[in-house]
């Protein structure tokens, strides 16, 4: 069968404000990432259309892009004429016509634009008429009601919601039930099982492959498709041909050759095929038998051993190590650690299981059963523990009689150092130098990314692990270069997201093979036989 092709719904380039020196932002910096995940294309705006005057940006937009059109399609800021410098809707479409433009983004809360039909309704008309796909993205995180607004006046139109995230389930499925012509895309919304969830609600022509480019680093949005569990047909659908059908027949018609950094694991998961070498996920959640909840707006579909086994098989996740998701957020370690224990016991050569102590509502007692149950009796390596849950942090005396055994005895934390100050990682560093430090999300932000490359280098104990939702591009690559890969882990934090995006980011980096291997697997395979763990 011929490699997939995959066109991006969701890409930019160009300048913005308080971006990261590290950051990707040029227009060559986007064909070279989509070269390197094999993506034949892409529908891209420009950031100046956002962030400075939007009929310059995308005037300028269709000049710089002149030479790609093969591969860089355009998508216009359009906003109703309230001010000199964007134009009569008339010129506005005449313009489009002109460049071949067949895509707009409407953004009103940037422009201080009440979404109001009288406002709106010229310019949804002169769209509708053309058949224009309107894109309504948001804010990572934003609110969802404006979108609403919005669809309710541009709502006969064929529209794209972008941006929205794994928290945001229950609310994007009540608009996609509501707006029938509306469609949604994933670089973001990496709710676990979300991709089939949808395709089987919705249809498979709703759903879109995006990446989030230059923002998002390339390969995670393959990793929905690429170990998908959907029949070939709806997988081709969502990967490119439905955004094809949405801009009229424009779209890219051949898959980048393989490039500098293809190896025999891009070979593989571009032939949609397991990772081929020995992947440990070192963060891992779990929910009861039964579990599709993870509490408030957390949706899990499948969130328990038997769901996620199906999905680390599927992408070629040797061995999982999970902790409980009630356990850490500090409400029940007792009902926590046994679903971790029943887990590991129904899959023992793929499961290994991490011990939660709280010690707000376990006392002495409890704590010491918990160490002999768990990490004695049944040899959990593992300790996980959420302070930001509460009122005291790593460091408090509280933890001392779990951190110290956990320290003779060889084994790892995870902890999640966002929210807690480095002078507390550092103290815990320091007491318990023989304990394992995993910094959870390391990936997220250049800016978190930065301070755990400066708490790495005073301490030997501390690894990166690297999972998030954002999948900052471009920040694999600067924590090997800072750190060096034998001090990273690689995590998929599932199922509060979905694994096969945490999978497909590390996949295509540029690093080398070698590299990729030691943080898929072989960096933590010897931190658990130092544990005491066979691998």
Not at 20 to 48: F, M, N, T, W
Not at 133 to 146: A, N
Not at 184 to 211: D, H, K, M, V, W
Not at 257 to 272: L, M, N
Request: glycine share 8%; with cysteine; proline share 6%.
């Amino acid at each position: 069968m011929p490699e997939r092709l995959y066109f991006d719904c969701n890409a930019s380039f160009g300048p913005y404000p308080n971006k990261p020196r590290e950051a990707r932002s040029s227009k060559q910096h986007l064909l070279d990432d989509l070269d390197l995940a094999g993506v034949a294309g892409a529908l891209v705006y420009h950031r100046l259309a956002q962030h400075y005057s939007p009929m310059l940006a995308n005037l300028r937009l269709v000049e710089e892009i002149g030479d790609d059109r093969e591969r860089l399609y355009p998508c216009w800021m359009a906003l109703p004429s309230l001010s000199p410098e964007v134009p009569a809707v008339g010129e506005f479409v005449r313009q489009m016509v002109q460049h071949d433009v067949r895509a707009v983004r409407l953004e009103p809360e940037p422009f201080g634009i009440p979404i109001k039909d009288w406002i709106w309704g010229e310019l949804r008309d002169a769209l509708l008429e053309r058949e224009v796909l309107c894109v309504v993205p948001i804010r990572y995180g934003g609110s969802l009601e404006p979108v609403d607004a919005l669809l309710s006046i541009f709502g006969e139109h064929n529209t794209l919601l972008q941006n929205h995230n794994w928290g945001q389930w229950r609310h994007v499925v009540a608009l996609m039930e509501e707006h029938p012509n509306l469609h949604c895309e994933f670089s973001s919304f990496q709710a676990n099982r979300a991709i089939e969830y949808f395709i089987e609600r919705c249809g498979p022509e709703r759903c879109l492959f995006g990446t989030n480019l230059l923002e998002k680093a390339p390969g995670a949005a393959r990793g929905f498709l690429d170990f998908t569990l959907l029949p070939e047909e709806q997988a081709s659908l969502v990967a490119g041909e439905n955004l094809r059908r949405l801009l009229g027949g424009q779209g890219p018609t051949r898959v980048p050759e393989p490039g500098e950094w293809h190896d025999s694991i891009t070979e593989a998961v571009r032939a949609g095929k397991p990772v081929p070498c020995f992947v440990a996920d070192g963060h891992c959640h779990l929910a009861e038998d039964g579990g599709q909840s993870l509490g408030g707006s957390r949706v899990a579909l499948r969130g328990d051993a038997d769901g996620m086994i199906e999905l680390t098989r599927r992408c070629g996740i040797d061995e999982t190590a999970l902790m409980s998701w009630v356990g850490p957020l500090c409400m029940d370690s007792d009902f926590g650690n046994e679903t971790v224990a029943k887990a590991v016991e129904r899959y023992p050569d793929e499961l290994i299981g991490l011990a939660t102590i709280n010690p707000e509502y376990d006392d002495k007692e409890q704590i010491e059963r918990i160490i002999r149950r768990y990490h004695v009796e049944l040899g959990f390596p593992g300790l996980k523990t959420l302070t930001t849950c509460q009122t005291i942090h790593y460091d408090n005396p509280l933890f001392e009689r779990w951190f110290q055994f956990a320290n003779d005895n060889n084994l790892y934390l995870v902890l999640d150092a966002a929210g807690t100050p480095d002078e507390v990682v550092r103290n815990v560093a320091e007491r318990y130098p023989n304990l394992s430090l995993h910094l959870d999300h390391c990936g997220k932000s250049w800016a978190y990314a930065k301070s755990v490359v400066a708490l790495m280098t005073e301490y030997g104990n501390l690894w990166a692990q690297l999972n998030y939702t954002l999948v900052t591009n471009g920040v694999i690559e600067y924590l090997a270069e800072q750190v060096g890969a034998d001090r990273m882990l690689f995590g998929t934090d599932a199922p509060m997201r979905d694994p096969r995006p945490q999978v497909g980011w590390l996949a295509f980096t540029r690093l080398p093979e070698a590299d990729k291997r030691k943080i898929y697997g072989e960096n933590f395979a010897g931190i658990l036989r130092r544990a005491g763990v066979a691998v």
